[in-house]
């Protein structure tokens, strides 16, 4: 019954998020197990990843088969692992990106283009949220949820 309970908490929690929120990749996830960028790890990875866009794209709205159309795993910098009692390696880690777009929200699709299927990305739109992931989550990233979706930048162990 316990279980349940917490289970329909954890559905509302999920169903409840809303533009601004910002998610943390506090614990290993099916991407990877948790890391923290040392320094400036985690921008210079997001600004790695985000170089792909200088030259905007259109992108498909959803993911078809869950997987994100603009998924990337890119080695950026050393990060800090701490499997325990307070030991902590500073070892290789990977920045890993990618941008949901649920909606067409923001693709400044004239009104007679409906229904718009697309959203667009481009450097300056991959950045706009990562100095406030890192802001809120540190070195180890997490996911910004936007009006189109959701921006996720994370440190995963290489």
Not at 15 to 42: Q, R
Not at 78 to 98: H, M, Q, S, T, W
Not at 128 to 142: H, V
Request: glycine share 14%; hydrophobic share 35%; aromatic share 16%.
């Amino acid at each position: 019954m316990l279980f349940l309970f917490l289970l329909s908490l954890l559905l509302g929690v999920i169903c409840l998020a809303k533009e601004g929120d910002v998610h943390c990749h506090g614990s290993n996830s099916p991407h990877g197990k948790v890391c923290n960028f040392k320094d400036t790890g985690f921008i210079d990875g997001a600004r790695l990843y985000c170089s792909q866009y200088y030259m905007a794209r259109l992108v498909p709205v959803g993911t078809p088969r869950g997987v994100p159309y603009n998924y990337a795993k890119i080695r950026a910098g050393d990060a800090y692992r701490c499997p325990g009692f307070g030991r902590c390696d500073l070892k290789p880690a990977i920045f890993l990106g990618y941008i949901r777009f649920d909606l067409a929200y923001g693709n400044w699709a004239d009104p007679s283009d409906e229904p718009a299927n697309w959203n667009w990305l481009s450097y300056e739109r991959c950045m706009e949220y990562m100095g406030e992931i890192q802001q809120y989550c540190g070195g180890q990233g997490g996911a910004y949820e936007t009006g189109y979706g959701s921006v996720f930048g994370i440190c995963i162990q290489a």
